[in-house]
């Protein structure tokens, strides 16, 4: 039966998904590792774009941990975590846009090689992910905002990939710089949706088909 707290009936909490618990568990212990080892190799290279895909992962981490936590919750304590974690998406955007102007001042050059091994590592770690979690893709706001974000970091690395080739090739820090601004609209992008999805779920008279 629906929680009709506060004057507002709410559709009850959904059966637990146990495959689904299970592929959280899954890429949140992979992001973890990726973040440690994209955020220190990224320091060793100089590159910002492998830092800023550092924090992808970590993002990503923190989002299955709190998927994890409100699993099997009613739809409007889902929908708050998922505007928590839009609009901690948007911060790591803000981040990496911030981190990419600075870089682009001090005209760095990263070590493409570094770049270019981590970044296949990180593909490989991400399609997985994607590829578990591309039958969850659709559902609420939370289950959205983990595909979006897991989406965003394939993208992400693909373009880490072609930004080593590009350093290579030129022997200039731009390719690095362009990827990691390309990154940061990526995450910016995502969190506007997960929050617009997230508010229309907190809404009053909100139709029990949104939770499905």
């Known amino acids: 039966m629906g929680d009709c707290c506060s004057g507002a009936c709410q559709p009850a909490a959904p059966p637990v998904d146990k495959a689904y618990r299970r592929i959280l568990w899954t890429a949140l212990v992979i992001n973890s590792a990726m973040f440690l080892v994209e955020i220190i190799a990224g320091d060793a290279a100089g590159s910002v774009s492998l830092k800023a895909d550092a924090m992808d992962f970590l993002s990503d981490a923190a989002n299955y941990g709190i998927s ?9 304590w889902r929908a708050r975590a998922a505007l928590v974690k839009g609009l901690s998406l948007g911060a790591v955007g803000l981040w990496v846009a911030t981190s ?8 760095t050059v990263p070590e493409a090689e570094v770049m270019g091994v981590v ?7 991400n399609i997985g992910c994607a ?8 559902g609420d706001s939370n289950r959205r905002s983990v ?8 993208i992400g690395n693909l373009a880490v990939m ?5 350093v290579f090739g030129t022997g200039t820090g731009w390719p690095d710089i362009v990827v990691a601004a390309i990154m940061a609209c990526l995450s910016i992008s995502g969190a506007i949706q997960i ?3 997230s508010l229309t779920e907190l809404r009053p008279g909100l139709a029990p088909a949104a939770a499905e």
């Open 147 to 154: 595909w979006i974000c897991s989406r965003n970091d394939a």
């Open 119 to 125: 970044g296949f590592m990180a593909l490989a770690a």
């Open 131 to 138: 590829l578990l979690l591309y039958a969850h893709r659709g």
């Open 195 to 197: 929050v617009r999805h």
């Open 100 to 107: 990419t102007i600075y870089n682009a001042l001090l005209a």
């Open 162 to 166: 072609l930004a080593a080739l590009g």
């Open 68 to 76: 994890l936590f409100v699993l099997g919750m009613a739809l409007a």
